[in-house]
Nanobody, 126 residues
Framework: VQLQAFGGGLVQAGGSLRLSCAFSGRTFNMYAMGWLRQAPGKEREFVAVINRGGGNTYYPDSVEGRFTISRENAKNMMYLQMKDLKPEDTAVYYC????????????????????WGQGTEVTVSS
C-alpha cells in the first residue's frame, strides 16, 4: 500500500483547505482510513477517521464541526475538508490506512494503522 497526502499550504486564520490522500497498491474499500496531525513538540493525534464505506466517522472535540473527512472509493481517494482554521491547527497532516475485516469499523489507535503517507504541512497564520 502506498499513500500520498497533498493539499497543505499556508492559510490565514478563518480560512479553509482541503487535503487529499491518494491510495494505491491494494483494494481501497477494504481499508479503514484516518487523518492525523503532528505539531512541533507534540504527539501525533487523530483529527478524523472513517470506515471502509465512508458512512461512519469520528472527530475529536478540537476539530468537530470544522473538519470533514470523506472518501471516494471508486477513485481511491480520501479527503479532509478543513474550515475555520485556527493557528493551533498548524501541523504536518498524515493520512493512514488499516485493513479492516469489519465494514463499519474505524480505529482510534495509532498503532493499529499499518500504512502511512508522507505528510503534508498546514500552516495557519493569525
Amino acid at each position: 500500500v502506498q499513500l500520498q497526502a497533498f493539499g497543505g499550504g499556508l492559510v490565514q486564520a478563518g480560512g479553509s483547505l482541503r487535503l487529499s490522500c491518494a491510495f494505491s497498491g491494494r483494494t481501497f474499500n477494504m481499508y479503514a482510513m484516518g487523518w492525523l496531525r503532528q505539531a512541533p513538540g507534540k504527539e501525533r493525534e487523530f483529527v478524523a477517521v472513517i470506515n471502509r464505506g465512508g458512512g461512519n466517522t469520528y472527530y475529536p472535540d478540537s476539530v468537530e464541526g470544522r473538519f470533514t473527512i470523506s472518501r471516494e472509493n471508486a477513485k481511491n481517494m480520501m479527503y479532509l475538508q478543513m474550515k475555520d482554521l485556527k493557528p493551533e491547527d498548524t501541523a504536518v497532516y498524515y493520512c493512514a490506512a488499516r485493513g479492516s475485516a469489519i465494514h463499519s469499523a474505524y480505529y482510534l489507535d495509532r498503532d493499529r494503522y499499518n500504512y502511512w503517507g508522507q505528510g503534508t504541512e498546514v500552516t495557519v497564520s493569525s
